[in-house]
């Protein structure tokens, strides 16, 4: 299994550490990673990782859709990165699933509802988290991964990948 990670997130704090220790628990598992981010810092941790390819550094979604390669599965880290997995999905077929932090709004943008409705899985942190998501749609494939503990951190997160691989394909209907 090939999975990719895009984090667009501007600043290095406790979500970027949670997001390097999930890339190198996974690392730990054997997976293969191609990761994409927008903090140099991060970048230059992240390229010390055995095994896990870090690419160039991006500010964008669209680059970051443009420069990630044909994978199985694609993790979304954060809201700037998102509109990547709507059009990963849409013109290449590559399906992906999105973290969710309570303090995010959908709202009524058509492109953010896309994004959530058309993630494989949309992760979530707790209960609370879900709820608010249930509330904007009943249906969406939600799962709930509690805070990561430093000891096998990503023990969770690979059985949600290895359960998130169906691939949404694009309607004649337009984005939906």
Do not use: W
Not at 47 to 52: E, G, S
Not at 78 to 97: C, E
């Amino acid at each position: 299994m090939q999975i990719g990670h895009i984090n667009l997130a501007r600043s290095f704090n406790g979500t970027g550490e949670h997001f390097i220790s999930l890339v190198e628990g996974l690392q730990r598992e054997g997976i293969s990673q191609y990761v994409l981010v927008r903090n140099v810092t991060m970048a230059k941790r992240l390229a010390t990782v055995r095994d896990v390819t870090v690419g160039p550094v991006v500010r964008s979604a669209v680059t970051a859709c443009c420069l990630m390669p044909r994978l199985d599965l694609v993790h979304i880290h954060d809201m700037s990165a998102a509109q990547a997995g709507l059009l990963l999905v849409l013109t290449r077929s590559i399906p992906y699933v999105l973290s969710y932090s309570g303090d995010e709004v959908i709202g009524r943008n058509p492109i953010t509802q896309a994004v959530y409705r058309r993630a494989t899985k949309v992760i979530c942190g707790d209960d609370s988290e879900a709820s608010i998501l249930r509330h904007f749609d009943p249906s969406l494939p939600i799962e709930i991964v509690p805070a990561m503990e430093i000891e096998g951190p990503a023990d969770s997160y690979l059985h949600l990948y290895q359960n998130s691989q169906s691939t949404p394909m694009a309607g004649s209907s337009g984005i939906q």
